[in-house]
């Protein structure tokens, strides 16, 4: 190894460890997920992984000569601004995402394009860290739930569906978390990238199998989902059940993947490892600058990350219930009507209380949020109108609706089981409040909430859930539109007023 490669190695080894320094909260954070979610163990073998991948290339990179790009400083440092919006908002996979990509744009920037271009899957291998893709759970359960209950009453079972939970004969089941399959998918698509890259060289094939590496997931937990039904329903309900319900599945999985590999490997193109043909004449660039350009622009946007914090950094917030102990005609009771209440994460205050008006009922509830940060937020898949696989209450639909030009959202629930006398429904309205303005939408309470926090207003924001006995068609919305009209002005005034006080 020339002096130059170990110069231009211990400065990419530098400025690995000044990124990890400097957005440690961001590293701990995404290995915390690794830690903790099945879904994304398999990202601990990601690093160790690229870096084998780069030492199979040795012979070949051992011909370039190290040439620094400095002019990457400016990429490097938009990417280090869109951390900072991702951190203001609280936008896990968006720090993430760009905390991956400062470690990539470091070796470019150090070692040079043509050194980049040479390692260029390694260096994206890399990407698959991020923990990322939960955001489709929701729709693969639905598909499961749905596709499940198809093959059952193909199957000649009578089965009743509502949401994720159905009947049969034999038992109630539910589809939660676990029987999505996005573990699979995931770490399907994740394997199946790498099995490409190795065993294929014609990108067709690659393309081809990362495809496969997609859907056969899918399809193989669909089946699982539906011979777990039906083997519980078949065994009186003591096998495919609890432990061995999980068990099944992995074991399952394990024979589809090895399946898949052993058919990928039918159409496996010869070996070959890529041949470089290094730059003919190579521009001498200053290591140190392009060093101290790199050092600048990782360091910039944390700085700009304290300005903010300590400028719109405030006490806890205190919601005045006295002001919505009675909105308009609607007055306060106590105790409610229901007990069920939104699963929402640390909230910095909420508010919950149920009205009557004639012989209508509804209810309120609010969860304000302050001072957010990756645990405590506003926008969040952990918020929760019911929790998956919870022994009470179940969210048996969902939508949206149109509301004095005003979108909201709209879910139906269900506490306790199908056809008892103990059965409750509740018909729910949800809106974000943010600034001042009301939206149903995840991206534009985001955007808003990073407007307010760079035009120094704070990052408050507030979830507004208004609920109704909904025994009857129609019956909640009804009631839920009369009691939005009456409260609207007396919920705005108050939130504005927390939020200065």
């Not at 009557?356 to 969860?367: E, G, N, R, T």
Request: with cysteine; charged share 15%.
């Amino acid at each position: 190894m020339t002096q130059t490669w170990r110069n231009s190695l211990a400065a990419l080894l530098l400025a690995l460890l000044l990124v990890a320094a400097t957005y440690w909260n961001t590293l701990s954070g995404m290995v915390a997920i690794w830690e903790r979610s099945g879904t994304f163990t398999h990202a601990f073998l990601v690093p160790p992984i690229s870096l084998w991948l780069v030492w199979r290339l040795r012979a070949s990179l051992s011909a370039f000569v190290p040439s620094p790009a400095p002019w990457l400083a400016l990429p490097l440092f938009l990417v280090g601004v869109l951390w900072l919006f991702g951190e203001l908002v609280a936008v896990n996979v968006v720090t993430q995402f760009a905390l991956v990509c400062m470690l990539v744009l470091s070796v470019p920037l150090l070692l040079g394009l043509p050194v980049a271009r040479a390692i260029a899957f390694p260096l994206l291998f890399l990407f698959f860290c991020v923990p990322f893709g939960e955001f489709i759970m929701p729709r693969l359960m639905q598909w499961t739930a749905d596709i499940t209950v198809l093959f059952v009453r193909i199957s000649g079972v009578p089965v009743y569906q509502e949401g994720l939970q159905f009947v049969i004969p034999s038992g109630r089941w539910s589809v939660v978390e676990a029987c999505s399959g996005i573990r699979y998918l995931i770490a399907s698509i994740c394997v199946g990238v790498l099995f490409a890259y190795l065993n294929y060289t014609s990108w067709k094939r690659r393309v081809l199998f990362v495809i496969a590496a997609a859907l056969v997931p899918l399809l193989a937990n669909w089946l699982r989902a539906y011979g777990i039904v039906m083997l519980g329903h078949f065994s009186g309900n003591k096998l495919a059940t609890g432990v061995d319900h999980l068990v099944y599945g992995w074991v399952f999985f394990g024979i589809v993947m090895t399946l898949l590999f052993m058919l990928g490997m039918r159409w496996q193109e010869p070996e070959r490892l890529p041949v470089f043909t290094p730059p003919r004449v190579t521009t001498p660039r200053s290591l140190p600058l392009a060093w101290l350009l790199l050092a600048a622009a990782l360091l910039i946007p944390r700085a700009g990350l304290w300005l903010v914090e300590r400028s719109d950094a405030a006490a806890a917030p205190a919601l005045n219930a006295a002001r919505l102990n009675d909105i308009g005609d609607w007055k306060g009771i106590s105790p409610g009507f229901s007990s069920w209440q939104p699963a929402f994460t640390q909230p910095a205050a909420s508010f919950r209380r149920s009205y009557v008006s004639a012989d209508k009922q509804a209810a309120l509830y609010i969860a304000y949020y302050r001072n957010q940060d990756s645990q405590r937020k506003l926008v969040s898949s952990e918020n929760m109108l019911a929790r998956s696989g919870g022994d009470f209450w179940v969210v048996v639909e969902r939508g949206t609706a149109n509301v004095d030009a005003l979108t909201v959202r709209t879910a139906s629930l269900r506490g306790g089981s199908v056809g008892t006398g103990g059965e409750q429904r509740l018909r729910v309205w949800q809106w974000y409040w943010v600034d001042g303005t009301l939206t149903a939408s995840d991206i534009q309470a985001k955007l808003l909430t990073l407007k307010a926090r760079l035009t120094g207003r704070g990052d408050d924001g507030a979830i507004i859930v208004l609920y109704a006995p909904d025994q009857q068609p129609r019956e909640g919305d009804a009631v839920l539109s009369a009691f939005a009209l009456a409260a609207r002005e007396t919920l705005m005034s108050a939130l504005a007023r927390t939020r200065e006080e």
